[in-house]
């Protein structure tokens, strides 16, 4: 008897397919795990999303980012709620394995410039998608995109390095503000200094602008280490700065993530901030209202 296990992904899930061969007889059995979250597997490693790949991010998204809403079994195109969680929009927060498809939570895919508060599959560049928000009164202001990452690399982590980019379209005469902050619970959030950015309060037209080189920092975390299983939370927080009329798009893209990295002298090196900032992210899933 030979036993061949195969693994494929079909709809935000993982199915482990086994292939027993008896004297020429083929049999097929099938288990499907959910899931959910970014896992890192392996310490030393870089973990990309960057929201364009066919093939997607398993546990993160299905396919090419579509700006088609957010489940935690999705869709070719859209986001898994396991790995992303929303606060700040008109219509509600999503929180961690919630459904929200429509609405403001799925604007869609633009490469124009746009009005509508939500979420969006926004292009700052050609064949380049990137999750993306326009802020409004209702919308954003404040408001926060999390990421789940689980550590199931068998290690413990000592220090995690993060790079991204943030792309903004400065087209109106309103300034806002984006920063990252991090957890260990999803309760109480750590600021990263040198991760903050403002969009200028003078519009300078529709064209993108891009954070080259990416913003990179490396959090020692060797004082609270992550244990084998345990969740890190990423937090892009965004709000006004001044207003006057409409709010620039903002997107985040390109995120990557590295648990134990080697050392890079180009990435800023900090510690847990003594004086962390909370908020109010909802700790059971709910479904905003759809419009």
Do not use: C, H
């Not at 079909?10 to 896992?39: A, D, W």
């Not at 008109?90 to 498809?101: D, R, Y």
């Not at 990137?130 to 209702?138: I, M, S």
């Amino acid at each position: 008897m030979t036993v061949v296990n195969r693994e494929i992904l079909s709809g935000g899930k993982l199915f482990l397919t086994s292939v027993i061969l008896i004297t020429g007889i083929i049999f097929f059995s099938s288990v499907s795990k959910t899931l959910g979250q970014l896992s890192v597997n392996s310490v030393a490693t870089p973990y990309n999303i960057d929201f364009d790949d066919p093939l997607g991010v398993v546990g993160v998204i299905n396919g090419q980012y579509a700006g088609t809403g957010f489940t935690p079994s999705p869709a070719v195109g859209q986001l898994n709620s396991n790995a992303w969680a929303i606060t700040g929009l008109s219509e509600g927060s999503l929180a961690f394995g919630g459904t929200a498809t429509s609405g403001d939570f799925a604007r869609g895919a633009f490469d124009v410039p746009v009005s509508t508060g939500g979420i969006y599959a926004l292009t700052p560049s050609t064949n380049n998608r990137a999750l993306g928000f326009q802020a409004t009164g209702a919308d954003m202001t404040p408001g926060s995109i999390f990421l789940k990452i689980q550590n199931n690399s068998g290690e413990q982590v000592n220090a995690i390095s993060v790079s991204y980019q943030i792309a903004f379209r400065n087209d109106q005469n309103s300034s806002t503000s984006i920063g990252l902050r991090y957890s260990f619970d999803n309760n109480t959030y750590y600021p990263l200094s040198g991760t903050n950015l403002s969009t200028p309060g003078a519009a300078t037209g529709s064209a993108w602008n891009t954070t080259i080189p990416p913003l990179s920092v490396t959090i020692d975390i060797s004082s609270t280490p992550l244990n084998i299983g345990d969740s890190f939370y990423l937090e892009w927080i965004t709000d006004d700065v001044s207003v006057s009329g409409a709010r620039d798009e903002i997107a985040v893209d390109n995120i990557t993530l590295n648990f134990n990295p080697p050392r890079d002298v180009n990435s800023q090196v900090v510690e847990p901030s003594e004086q962390p900032a909370s908020t109010s992210m909802p700790s059971t899933a709910t479904t905003p209202s759809a419009s």
